[in-house]
Each structure stands twice: as C-alpha cells, then as structure tokens.
C-alpha cells in the first residue's frame, strides 16, 4: 500500500460557494431499490452516508414526473411522500460532513408504456431506440414513442422548476440536471433524435431551446450557482444512438450558453460511459472545458493515477468515480491509504435490498454513521 496522503486530487477545494472535503464525486449510481411510488428506502440513508468522504455525492437519477419514469424501482421527486423519503436520507449524509446534489432525470423514449399503464413514453419525435427496458417483469424492447405536442413541452419545464423547489424542500445541496445518456434532454440535443419542425427542432439553437428552458427554470429555484448539469457529447449508449452531425458545434453552443447562464459545473462523462474513453471525430472536450466559465467534473474509468496526472494538466477540477463507489463506502480512504479496491458483482447493482448496497464494510470494518 502507498501513501497517496499529499495527493492534490484528495485536498479540499471550493466551487461556487461550496466547500469541498477532496476533488472526489461520486458519480450517480441507479440502483433500484425504490418501490413503485418512487419512494427510496429507508436504508438509502446509510448507503449514502457510509460515502459522505467523497467531496460531493450526486445522487441516483431521479425522476421529476410519473411521466419521465423509464426504468423500474427508480426513484422520483415530484411527491410529497418521496421529499420525505429523501430528506433523512440528505440528513445522514450531512451529518457525516458530506455535500449531495440531486440529479432529476427524464427518460424520454428510454422507457416503456408498462412504465406509464401502457401509454407510450415521449421524445421529440417518434423514433425507436434500439436495445431494451428495464420493467417490472424484465427486460422488453423499446417501443416507437410518441412525439412530444409543441404545448405540451413548456409543462415539462414546469415539471423540473417543481422537482428542482422539492428538491430543496428535501434539503439536498443542488441539483444536476441529467442531459447526458441519450435521455430526454439529450434526445432534444441531436438532430438524430430530434427530427421536429417546431421552435424546438432544426437550428441548433432550437434544438437547445428545451434542454436551456430547463436548465433556467431550476436556475430560477436554486441561482446557478448551485445547479450542475451532466453531459455526453460522445455517447452512443443506450441504444446504439447516433452522434449529432454536427456534434461539435452543438456542445460548443450548448457550452456557450450554459456558461453565460454560469451554472456552478458541467459533469462530462468522456467517452461512452462504463465503456471507452475514445473520443470520437468532432468531440473535443478540453475545448469544451475552455469554453466553459465554471467547475468541470470528469467522469469515466478514472483511476487516482489519471486524475492526478488530469489536474496536473490543468484539464479538470473534480473527478467523479462510478463503480468504484459500489463497493467501497470508504474509496477516499482507500485512494488515499492505496489500499485494495473490492468490486461489486453485477447481481447487486440493480434491484435488491440493503445485501449488496449499504452492507460493504470499509477496509477497517464498519462504518461508523454518527
Ligand atoms: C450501476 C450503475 C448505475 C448508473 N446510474 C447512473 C445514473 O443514474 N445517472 C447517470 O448519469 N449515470 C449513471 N451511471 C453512469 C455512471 O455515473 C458513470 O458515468 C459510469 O459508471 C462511468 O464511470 P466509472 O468508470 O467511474 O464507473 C451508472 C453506472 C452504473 C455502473
């Protein structure tokens, strides 16, 4: 084991106003444990807090509808019921020192009509993904959606003003809005998922007009300085999705306007999430990084070694880890101390209950809650 005690990656920071333990995030983790209501478990609160080292935790995706539901046992933060699932979970986490954003997700055509008492799920326009949803009873193809009505767009705005003040009624610290993953912001972002005629499909900025209303209306909630978003200008998953045609001057603007609007991060998973980090022709991330005024989180098979040898060239400010959150409540301690890394066996990471998700001792046993 080798000291990494004095690693620059390990030492507090600040961005905006927030005071951070480490540049450590621990990326959001689906792992669908929430019951049909949307409603997270209690045990949430220990899974959460045992990794409250990391400098800031971003949650599971999070549903801010019935309607942006697309996987089972996922959790939402449109209801009375979840903000109060969620806040003892937001406590625990602060009680050990620890920051958490909530990420609020849509899936848009990543769903099923057995998500919605068979109604077809939404997105721009009426174009299948390949690959298969996440039910109650298994895996089932993805079906053609049904193209969102251009009246019909501004009340999903209305949909993330309000999960984003529920939010804050739940006490989390900010809010990340999931526009990465092909989900439905992202499917409003590229020309291959977005064929529409209206205000919000053809031009590059109309394409944006949507993921940007959003992205202001939760400003409107929380001021900027406390709103995150995550992106993929690279990824082809779920479903095999093509790149935008024009993916460079898409990001670009998108960056562009995000910056001007002066959200606290962009969260750039670099490459196809759990992956590659290929970098496909016309994605150029340390360019997006530049154009960018405020914090960039980087995200994708980082290791301590990549994330030092990253700051040192000066191409990212925090570091966001997946997996390796799983199973290492402590990972922070175990970076630091270069201790060994347990894995998580894939039968754990969706569905179950606490076996598997809060129950992973730290390299020194139990970890102590309060
Ligand atoms: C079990 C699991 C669940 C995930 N859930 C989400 C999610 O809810 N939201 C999201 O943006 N990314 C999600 N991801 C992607 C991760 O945040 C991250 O981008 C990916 O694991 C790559 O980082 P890593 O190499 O450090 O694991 C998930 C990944 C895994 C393995």
Do not use: C
Not at 20 to 34: E, G, K, W, Y
Not at 53 to 59: E, Q, R, T, V, Y
Not at 138 to 147: L, N, W, Y
Not at 185 to 194: M, V
């Amino acid at each position: 084991m080798s000291d990494q005690t004095d690693s620059p990656v390990l030492q507090p920071v600040t961005i905006g106003d927030l005071r951070l333990q480490n540049r450590i995030v621990m990326a959001p983790l689906t792992r669908s444990r929430s019951n049909d209501e949307g409603v997270p478990p209690d045990f949430a609160a220990d899974y959460y807090a045992q990794r409250a080292d990391a400098g800031l935790i971003i949650s599971e995706a999070t549903n801010i509808s019935s309607q942006a539901r697309g996987y089972a046992m996922t959790p939402g933060i449109w209801s009375d019921a979840q903000v109060a699932a969620w806040t003892p979970i937001v406590e625990a986490v602060h009680r050990r020192g620890g920051a958490i954003f909530l990420q609020l997700w849509h899936t848009g055509r990543i769903s099923h009509p057995d998500l919605h008492d068979g109604a077809l799920p939404v997105a721009p326009s009426a174009i299948k993904a390949e690959g298969q949803a996440f039910t109650n009873d298994g895996m089932k193809d993805f079906v053609t959606p049904r193209a969102l009505e251009t009246d019909e767009i501004p009340a999903i705005v209305e949909d993330y003003r309000r999960a984003a003040e529920q939010a804050k009624a739940a006490g989390f610290d900010g809010v990340e809005v999931h526009a990465a993953n092909n989900y439905l912001l992202e499917q409003f972002i590229r020309d291959s998922t977005n064929q529409r005629s209206d205000v919000y499909g053809g031009s590059i900025e109309n394409r944006l007009r949507f993921p940007l209303d959003v992205v202001r209306a939760v400003v409107d909630v929380w001021g900027a300085n406390r709103v995150g978003i995550r992106i993929s200008p690279a990824t082809t998953e779920p479903g095999k999705t093509p790149l935008d045609s024009q993916v460079g001057r898409t990001f670009d603007t998108f960056v562009d306007a995000l910056s001007e609007i002066g959200l606290l991060y962009i969260h750039d998973i670099e490459g196809v999430t759990q992956q590659t980090r290929d970098v496909p022709d016309g994605v150029d991330f340390q360019a997006l990084r530049k154009r960018f005024s405020g914090a960039y989180i980087a995200n994708n098979q980082y290791t301590l070694e990549l994330a030092e040898k990253t700051l040192a060239e000066g191409n990212a400010d925090l570091f966001s880890f997946g997996r390796p959150f799983l199973a290492n409540p402590d990972l922070v301690d175990r970076l630091r101390t270069g201790a060994p890394l347990a894995e998580a066996p894939k039968q754990y990471w969706y569905g179950g209950g606490a076996v598997g998700y809060s129950d992973w001792p730290g390299m020194n046993g139990k970890i102590e809650l309060s």
